[in-house]
């Protein structure tokens, strides 16, 4: 590991300084015709199919948040016919969060590896399959083993989707296209409190409960979609036939020192071992860390969070929209901030503060004051949710190279997100319920109060690092990103 003003670890190229001029050339055409038309196109063909993609994924993975409550009071809910106990549910929850964070860095080699749209369809098609398969479970056994697997599939598309965009997009371009498709996930989680409030009037229809037909009827689109995504997806800028000569070699050249290159190896051991002992990285991952706990735990348990507010189990299902709705507009407002500004280093701090004034405030709310606790619930989620893609942009704008941008990325959704979404399903406690449970606020208060230390911190050495580069201290490099 070394020091603010040693050499670079081997994640990082160095480059010389007419390299360094030809990076900065670059940039400074980036609101060329020709750049801006270009990246229109990028925008056109790649965005709305990622995030319609992102958005199959989250419905069937947060689903079980809605099937927990779902027509509880005729007993027909997951918990109910399943034989479900808290602890199991809690189980299940965790054991996908397991899955989800061993299987995301050997996700991302294999995307590199077998093309972008041949993985991704095929992973697609999986947990379509395996979330269909939810709506037969019998017991907390085949609940858990399903969510495993479920985990398993699903565990490489959100660090995969991110790792694509570096094939097409420069590090100044990335965070508002990764908000657009994170945006899903909060887009998801209204769309899906719709979806669950009218297929939970479907209770008992051909005999099956209604958390059976939404498992069924949320798991199919997937299915269908995929054969689509294997045709239509492009995978690289060079291979793509609707891109002329001209706009393939200026793709090429725009990506030469932020980008990914297609045909660049696959992840060496000497990257993997830079990435791996590389400080810097992990108060990345640390950021990413605090900010999973809420992410995770709003995810699954906003339809039992709302329900402590004193609505019924159908009504819950359509309160979780508004809060999750004003966090889809905040993230993208947000996000476009950063990346015009390009201070994502800022926002993040700022919107994980605000985040956690959300859940410290409800935390010390009376049981009662559902109004008020209703209020901050919508605070806490915006917060929470619009800083992550600035951080994920972040990130991938300070690093070096092609392989060492997969594997950190994997690394950061993988350790830093998987372990704090495994330690959010445990936060929010079933008895606590009338007491509007303080010690999940509390707990994702604190945690979004370290992502927001975190990147104070990054801040700090990135500007170090940068002022050592200029004065001619250390080897000449691009700058780097804050």
Not at 311 to 316: E, K, N, Q, R, W
Not at 396 to 409: D, H, K, P, Y
Request: contains cysteine.
């Amino acid at each position: 590991m070394s020091s603010l003003n040693e050499k670079d670890s081997d994640v990082e190229k160095v480059v010389d300084s007419s390299n360094i001029a030809s990076h900065e050339d670059e940039f400074l055409d980036a609101h060329s015709a020709e750049n801006k038309a270009l990246v229109k196109r990028f925008d056109t063909k790649i965005l709305p199919l990622c995030a319609f993609i992102y958005l199959l994924c989250y419905l069937d993975r947060s689903n079980i948040g809605n099937a927990k409550i779902m027509n509880s009071e005729t007993k027909n809910s997951l918990m109910d016919e399943a034989h479900l106990t808290n602890g199991q549910y809690t189980v299940a929850l965790m054991i996908f969060l397991v899955a989800y964070g061993l299987f995301e860095v050997p996700s991302n080699y294999l995307l590199k590896k077998l093309t972008p749209s041949r993985w991704i369809s095929f992973i697609m098609f999986s947990w379509g399959a395996i979330t269909i398969g939810l709506g037969g479970v019998k017991n907390a056994a085949s609940v858990t083993v399903v969510r495993f697997l479920l985990g398993v599939v699903e565990a490489g598309l959100f660090p995969g989707l991110v790792y694509y965009l570096t094939f097409w997009y420069r590090s100044d371009e990335r965070g508002f296209r990764v908000a657009i498709i994170f945006a899903s996930a909060t887009l998801a989680g209204a769309f899906g409190g719709v979806v669950a409030y009218g297929i939970s009037h479907m209770n008992r229809v051909g005999g099956l409960s209604g958390f059976r037909w939404l498992f069924i009827l949320e798991g199919a689109p997937s299915c269908l979609c995929s054969i689509l995504v294997w045709f239509i997806l492009p995978n690289y800028p060079a291979t793509s036939t609707w891109l002329s000569e001209e706009e393939k070699d200026l793709a090429r050249r725009r990506l030469l020192y932020n980008g990914g290159k297609h045909d660049a190896p696959a992840l060496t051991w000497k990257e993997a071992k830079g990435t791996l002992l590389d400080w810097r990285l992990y108060l990345h991952y640390s950021a990413y860390f605090g900010v999973s706990l809420p992410f995770s735990s709003l995810s699954l348990f906003s339809p039992s969070i709302v329900a402590g507010l004193g609505y019924t189990s159908i009504d819950a299902q359509l309160m979780t929209v508004p809060p999750f709705a004003v966090a889809y507009i905040i993230t993208l407002a947000v996000s476009y901030s950063a990346d015009k500004t390009n201070s994502r280093a800022l926002h993040s701090m700022a919107l994980a503060t605000i985040g956690a004034a959300g859940f410290i405030a409800s935390a010390n709310l009376p049981g009662d004051a559902y109004l008020h606790r209703y209020g901050c619930l919508i605070v806490a989620a915006s917060g929470s949710f619009a800083c992550i893609p600035s951080l994920l942009g972040w990130l991938s704008s300070n690093l070096r190279t092609t392989g060492a941008t997969g594997f950190a990325i994997a690394l950061n959704v993988g350790l830093g997100g998987a372990t704090g979404q495994i330690a959010g399903v445990f936060i929010y406690k079933a008895n606590e319920k009338a007491k509007g449970y303080p010690t999940g606020h509390w707990v994702n208060g604190a945690m979004l109060l370290m992502t927001a230390l975190s990147c104070a911190i990054l801040m700090v050495v990135y500007r170090r690092r940068n002022q050592l580069i200029k004065s001619g201290v250390s080897a000449p490099q691009p700058l780097w990103v804050f």
